[in-house]
Structures are given as structure tokens and as C-alpha cells.
């Protein structure tokens, strides 16, 4: 059974930081990117940045450049989003998901779009406030 499960989401003040953590099992870790996605409430669920488990490319929208950064444990099956300098619009569930296509993840991200993702998880709520 696939299963990718985030956790490390909370209640930060801005300015602040988490470590997001999507572990993952059920399928072969080298052969998929996964990216992190996040829903504000009241807003569409958008793309944050993607990591590719191979090679360790990574991609982050300009919303989140400088303030956060991807990575991955090939040992642990597990992908991490530190997220430091915490805005209060950075609150929203965030979400990881799987893809076999690093590329295809980029260009959704990039179109401000979910879909076509091979595999999600059920969430994270991350809240900035004072």
C-alpha cells in the first residue's frame, strides 16, 4: 500500500520556522519526484517546491524562494520542506505529493496547478500567527 504521511505542521509565530515531513512507503523512492502543495483556506491548492529523489534537483515557486528548502533521505524514504522567515501567508494545509516526472511536477507548480500527481497525502496544517 502506498502511503505518503506528513507531519511537523503546527503553530509558528511569523518569523518563525518549521521542518515539514512527507515520509513515504509502498513504492520505489528513486523513481519518483515529490512536491509539496498548499491550500490556504478559501484559495486552490498550489505548488511550493518539488524535489527529485534521484539526483536531488529541486524547484521552488517565488513565493517561497530564500525562505525554504527541500530535501530528502533516500535512507528514510522521507522528503523535508525547512521553512524558516514564516509569513502569516504561508498559513494553509500543506500537502506532499508523488510523481514519476520531476519535469511534469515543475510545470504544474509553475501553472499554479495540482493535478496529475501519481500519489497525495492527507495534509499538514501549518498556521503563522501572532
Known amino acids: 500500500e502506498v502511503q505518503l504521511v506528513e507531519s511537523g505542521g503546527g503553530l509558528v509565530q511569523p518569523g518563525g520556522s518549521l521542518r515539514l515531513s512527507c515520509a513515504t512507503s509502498?513504492?520505489?523512492?528513486?523513481?519518483?519526484?515529490i512536491g509539496w502543495f498548499r491550500q490556504a483556506p478559501g484559495k486552490e491548492r498550489e505548488g511550493v517546491s518539488c524535489i527529485s529523489s534521484s539526483d536531488g534537483k529541486a524547484y521552488y515557486v517565488d513565493s517561497v524562494k530564500g525562505r525554504f528548502t527541500i530535501s530528502s533521505d533516500k535512507a528514510r524514504n522521507t522528503v523535508y520542506l525547512q521553512m524558516d522567515n514564516l509569513k502569516p501567508e504561508d498559513t494553509a494545509v500543506y500537502y506532499c505529493a508523488a510523481s514519476v516526472n520531476f519535469w511534469h511536477l515543475v510545470a504544474t507548480m509553475t501553472r499554479g496547478l495540482d493535478y496529475g500527481m501519481d500519489y497525495w497525502g492527507k495534509g499538514a496544517l501549518v498556521t503563522v500567527s501572532s
Open positions: 509502498g513504492f520505489t523512492f528513486d523513481d519518483y519526484a
